[in-house]
């Protein structure tokens, strides 16, 4: 298995509401990542769990949370999101920090609207 | 800080050649990786430099000068499914060893 899943492919939520992305890998890498991504833009890093700790916050708000429940999961929890939180959530692995000569493996991604 | 260069946009015909380059400004290397994503996808591998020189891979190469702070893409014979946004992103340990990426470089391939 050289794939990392995401799931929901697509969500709309309100800004009331709380959901959660789920992300999942089977290869045996040991960090794990989401990016943020607008339209026309770059992945932005928002999180890096390094052997299942939260390694790099890149100052991301409160409203975002994740968790790394063990080696092959990784969780976004949402709540109490904005409109313009709405962009492509990107999980990503890699066999470690070092990431190795492939780089990232990355999901296909969640687009997510908040309204 | 981190600073990754690349064009925004580049246009070119069916079964030409295409150079997209990158130049980087970065507190320490690790590697330079090029990803080609299309539009509303993941983006994917496509290469990883770490030693200067050139990478081949059929008909993708890429292009690693670590003093000038410098990387090319190469896409040969250029198809319509190679219409899509090329990242440049490098690999740096002062920042955790994350990958920081380019503003990425969306090629238009005509017929």
């Known amino acids: 298995d050289t794939e990392v899943t995401q799931t929901p492919k697509h969500l709309v939520m309100g800004m009331t509401n709380k959901k959660s992305l789920k992300c999942e890998q089977h290869?045996?890498?040991?960090?794990m990542y989401w990016y943020k991504q607008k339209a026309k833009k770059p992945p932005e890093l928002m999180f890096v769990y390094s052997y299942e700790k939260l390694s790099i916050n890149e100052s991301v708000p409160s409203r975002f949370s994740p968790e790394c429940p063990n080696s092959s999961l990784l969780n976004l929890h949402l709540h109490a999101l904005q409109p313009e939180d709405s962009a492509l959530y990107l999980c990503?692995?890699?066999?470690?920090?070092?990431?190795?000569?492939?780089?990232?493996?990355f999901g296909s991604g969640t687009r997510l609207t908040v309204v | 800080g981190q600073n990754i260069d690349q064009p925004t946009e580049m246009t070119a015909t069916e079964g030409a050649i295409v150079q997209i380059n990158c130049t980087y400004q970065?507190?320490?290397?690790?590697?330079l990786f090029w990803y080609q994503q299309h539009a509303g996808e993941a983006p994917t591998f496509l290469s990883y430099?770490?030693?200067?020189g050139l990478e081949e891979k059929g008909r993708f190469s890429s292009f690693l000068s670590r003093s000038k702070g410098y990387s090319y893409l190469l896409l040969k014979e250029l198809q319509m499914k190679d219409s899509a946004s090329y990242l440049c992103?490098?690999?740096?340990?002062?920042?955790?060893?994350?990958?920081?990426f380019g503003g990425g470089t969306r090629v238009l391939v005509k017929p």
């Open positions: 990503a692995s890699s066999q470690d920090r070092r990431t190795g000569v492939y780089g990232y493996t």
């Open positions: 992103a490098v690999q740096t340990p002062a920042a955790g060893n994350k990958l920081t």
């Open positions: 430099n770490v030693l200067d």
């Open positions: 290869m045996g890498h040991r960090a």
């Open positions: 970065t507190s320490g290397f690790n590697g």
